[in-house]
């Protein structure tokens, strides 16, 4: 067994950031204002607030501006959407995104098909969503985006292959699915909480893509010998020896998968910060746009 490509997500997201810095610099030079992003946080979810708080952190250290806002968690559906409707008249935002969970009484799908499509930088909204299936891509969602940038940087090749995508949500899995298909033209799986025997699909895949948020779902007898295998779960375990008291574990056990595997990505440090480098480039993407 020969030890696999560690697929570094961190690196390949100071390069993107690297290169939109390059570019913001250049916006400035010119005397142009930089993108900029606002954040909606609803309530006090110690995790989503962490998640934010590295966006904020990738938007400072890239130079773009950015405005956050805090609401309680017991503001209305209808009063967050009528901040979103001032957002979206906004010219001097480029883009924004509702971070999710939201409080049970709000819906995100009544909040989200609120958002203007060209703002929608997490490519949640029905139009940016079926765009992924046409020539005309706009915004993509950050997260499978962000594992197509990966699977494209490494020079994995994809056409043709048995991609099995297992999750299929709305941030992750099922657009992730017609990525693979549309942009990679490869043979797609996606197995979900209703899918029979697993492994007989996993067992089949040459690219193997987890995002359930389920530590220790993927072992070693699920995955076939030097399949690529791309993790997307990342759900923080009470880890006492930490500092923070958790750390974050993927779905894939990584320390008998990865000798097995061709490329892995670890948890963390693999896909987690592409889905902030996806996020900046869209931001980008929608600032060309406005200008
Ligand atoms: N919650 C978990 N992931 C995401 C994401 O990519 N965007 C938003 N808005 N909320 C999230």
């Known amino acids: 067994m020969s030890s696999p490509t560690i697929i570094d997500g961190r690196k390949v997201s100071k390069d993107i950031k ?37 966006k904020i952190n990738a938007c400072k250290a890239v130079g773009f501006d950015f405005t956050l806002m805090h609401f309680a968690s017991t503001i209305s ?35 989200t098909e609120r958002i203007a499509p060209l703002k929608d930088v997490d490519g949640f909204t029905n139009q940016n969503f079926g765009s992924i299936m046409s020539s005309h891509q706009l915004l993509l969602p950050a997260t499978p985006f962000g594992v197509m940038e990966l699977i494209r940087r490494y020079e994995i090749p994809t056409e043709g292959k048995n991609c099995v995508i297992v999750g299929a949500s709305r941030i992750a899995g099922a657009p992730l699915s017609l ?6 033209r490869a043979t797609v799986t996606v197995c979900h909480k209703l899918t029979k025997d697993l492994k007989s699909h996993t067992k089949e895949a040459d690219i ?34 930490r500092k923070s008291g958790f750390r ?4 894939v056990v990584y320390d008998e998968v990865a000798p097995i595997a061709s490329y892995i990505t670890p948890v963390p440090g693999g896909v987690g910060p592409m889905t902030i480098a996806s ?13």
């Open 18 to 54: 690297n290169e939109i810095a390059e570019k913001v610099e250049k916006l400035k030079a010119e005397g142009k204002r930089p993108p900029h992003l606002a954040i909606i946080i609803v309530g006090d979810d110690g995790a989503s607030h962490t998640y934010v708080n590295g």
């Open 77 to 111: 559906e209808e009063k967050l959407i009528k901040h979103i409707e001032q957002l979206n008249e906004d010219e001097d935002i480029d883009g924004f995104i509702v971070q999710i969970p939201l409080p049970e009484h709000i819906s995100v799908e009544h909040i």
């Open 279 to 291: 996020l900046l480039l869209n931001t980008f993407k929608a600032y060309e746009r406005n200008h």
């Open 248 to 251: 974050l574990a993927g779905d």
């Open 179 to 184: 990525m693979m298909l549309q942009d990679g």
């Open 208 to 241: 193997l893509v987890v995002a359930v948020g389920k530590p220790g779902l993927i072992t070693k007898d699920m995955v076939k010998e030097c399949a690529v295998v791309i993790d997307v779960g990342t759900t923080r375990v009470e880890d006492a020896s």
